[in-house]
């Protein structure tokens, strides 16, 4: 009841604070380079108070022409990256050449002052920001929320294409910078030196092994890794955390500034997302981007040159079935096969006896308040029933020794014997005994099958619906839908209180009674 409780009070705060702008009032002067990263009503007057300045927006063609920054180009990654034939792999950055010529193709010149933006927290916008910085212009700046952010901001928005401006001569005036330069040696070597710390910025299922993206050449991580995911570095708005909550997740993995971090990722995209956040935001010096990262070294890999890692698979799979973040995202990755990948794992969850709390917040994040309802009332059903039919059919002599004496077998097989239903609906309503283990109790008593599982599913669907409706309000995006939401769990949560209290007296009364 008190996680209930609190959960009730944050999703209702959270609730009533949606909708509210985030980058207008943030103060971008506790970053160590105040000056790169701005809201997006600054870049608005950047754009118009300064005479040489060019918005760069770093997005695939369809998604450009469907909403950009009005007087903005697009920008996709061919036009920063190596060219076919350079290299054996992908991704690689493009030559100091080559950027001179692409630059100068939108009428940039070293005077001119860019603006950078993307989708996705900015990921791709800095990918070009590293490029831009290393080869020696360094008159940018990084608009927070990229496109989200400025439409978020309510700013002018443009559809359809652009043509480019007159060309420009472009030529570099500085020497270039590779500070923030790693190579494949610079990684190899960091693998035996205890003041570099390798850090992978890739998703869950590509450090764990689980995933291969198109152009690596084996699934698996770099010895040794840690491992931050990218968008922790990020609000769920896409603006970026502040700094006190970026060096606190930094710290958790043991990350300080007196390390040396090499980021990597796929191909140096994410991982120069990491690299600004960490120089730019923190202002720490020893940070560099793997331009290679995972592509580059399974290509190495393969061919024998360097060594790589994988997971052992029982325990990645059983960290994904404890952890609510990882099951979302899988939930999420299956589209339309989601849903019967909820139930199964819902299921198998409830088998094993782990807490269900996490995939059940799972349901109301994917599918919403009613859809996740029903879906985890059906995982829910199959599992409960599942344990019970183990105990008492398949497994009973290990269940008999391993419950048989427990306090828990003794009084649910008392208060089955003495007062039937009531006992399930009680131990299902009251948090009394671990619910995993419930399940295989039951299988021990004299209860019916059909019975159990019946009512088994009706009477924990009153807690149950109350985390689903409040992670759906959550997941809503809509004030008034979670409004809603946040309401209908508070009744359920308030008229599950006052029946709980009900029952508790009930069985008070029965036991000085006896």
């Given at each position: 009841?008190?996680k ?11 609730t009533?604070a949606?909708?509210?702008s985030?980058?207008a009032?943030k103060?971008y ?9 701005v809201?997006p009503e ?5 754009i ?8 760069l927006?770093?997005r695939?063609?369809a ?7 009005e007087?903005s180009?697009q ?7 190596a060219?076919?034939g350079e290299y ?5 950055r493009a030559?100091r050449?080559k950027?001179a010529e692409?630059l100068g ?6 005077d001119?002052?860019i ?6 927290a900015?990921?791709d916008a800095?990918r ?8 020696g212009?360094?008159?940018m700046?990084m608009?927070?929320?990229g496109?989200?952010?400025?439409k978020q901001a ?7 294409t652009?043509a480019?401006?007159?060309a420009?001569?472009?030529e570099?005036?500085q020497?270039?910078?590779t500070?923030k330069f790693?190579?494949?040696?610079d990684v190899?070597?960091a693998?035996?030196d ?12 590509e450090?764990?092994?689980?995933a291969?993206?198109?152009?690596a050449f084996a699934k698996?991580k ?19 955390k502040?700094?006190e909550?970026?060096?606190a997740?930094l710290?958790?993995?043991g ?7 090499i980021s990597y ?5 994410r991982?120069?997302h990491m690299?600004?956040?960490l ?11 793997y331009d290679?990262?995972?592509?580059e070294?399974?290509y190495?890999a393969?061919?024998?040159n360097?060594?790589?890692?994988k997971?052992?698979m ?6 994904y079935?404890?952890s609510?973040?990882k099951m979302?995202k899988?939930i999420?990755?299956l589209?339309a ?9 819902y299921a198998?969850?409830t088998?094993?006896?782990?807490s269900v709390?996490?995939?059940t917040?799972?349901?109301g ?12 009332a ?15 059919y398949i ?6 020794k391993?419950f048989?004496?427990?306090?828990v077998?003794?009084?649910?097989d008392?208060?089955?014997k003495?007062e039937g239903?009531?006992?399930l609906?009680t131990t299902?309503?009251?948090p009394?005994f671990?619910?995993g283990?419930?399940n295989?109790v ?6 019916g099958f ?14 149950t ?6 992670a759906?309000?959550?997941a809503s995006g809509d004030?008034?839908?979670?409004i809603?939401m946040s309401?209908?769990?508070?009744l ?8 709980t209290?009900?029952i508790?007296?009930k069985?008070?009364g029965?036991?000085?009674a006896a």
């Open positions: 009841m008190k209930l409780l609190v959960l009730l009070t944050l999703v209702m705060t959270f009533l949606m909708g509210e985030v980058t009032n103060d002067a506790q970053y160590a380079n105040s000056e790169i990263i809201s600054k870049a608005m007057d950047i118009g108070g300064e005479e040489d300045v060019v918005v927006d770093v695939k063609t998604d450009f022409e469907a909403g950009h920054v007087g180009y920008i996709w990654r061919p036009d920063f990256s060219d076919k054996e792999y992908n991704g690689m030559t050449e950027m692409t193709s939108y009428g940039i010149t070293a001119t002052t603006v950078l933006l993307s989708a996705k900015d990921y800095a070009l920001w590293w490029i831009l910085d290393m080869y212009h360094n008159k700046y608009i927070d929320g496109i989200d952010g400025w309510g700013l002018p928005v443009a559809t359809g652009v480019k401006p007159e420009a001569e472009y570099f005036t020497e270039a910078d500070a790693a190579s494949l040696e190899k070597a693998l035996t205890d003041s570099v710390v390798v850090l992978d910025t890739r998703t869950d299922f450090h764990d092994g689980l291969q993206f198109a152009g698996g770099i010895p040794g890794a840690a491992y931050i995911e990218w968008d922790k570095m990020v609000n769920e708005d896409k603006t970026f502040s700094r909550e970026i060096e997740i710290a958790e993995q990350i300080t500034r007196d390390k040396t971090v990722c796929q191909s140096g995209v991982s120069a690299t600004f956040v120089s730019e935001l923190l202002g720490w010096e020893n940070v560099k981007n290679g990262s995972w592509i070294w399974s190495n393969v061919n024998g360097v060594e790589l890692e997971p052992g029982f325990g990645v799979v059983f960290s079935l404890k609510r973040e979302e899988v999420v990755s589209g096969w989601g849903p019967a990948a909820y139930i199964a794992i198998l969850i088998i094993t006896c782990i709390l996490p995939i917040l799972v349901g994040l994917v599918f919403g308040g009613v859809m996740g309802t029903i879906y985890t059906i995982g829910a059903s199959l599992g409960l029933s599942m344990a019970f039919l183990i105990a008492r497994a009973r002599k290990p269940m008999e391993k048989g004496n427990s306090d077998f003794k009084k649910i008392n208060g089955v003495n239903w009531f006992v609906a299902r309503l009251l009394v671990p619910f283990i419930q295989y039951y299988g021990l008593t004299s209860i059909l019975q159990y599982a019946l009512l088994s599913t009706i009477f924990i669907l009153p807690g619906s109350v985390f689903v409706l409040l759906g309000a959550v004030k008034a839908t979670a809603k309401l209908t769990a508070s359920i949560f308030f008229a599950l209180t006052l029946v209290k009900l508790a007296k069985s008070k029965s036991t000085k």
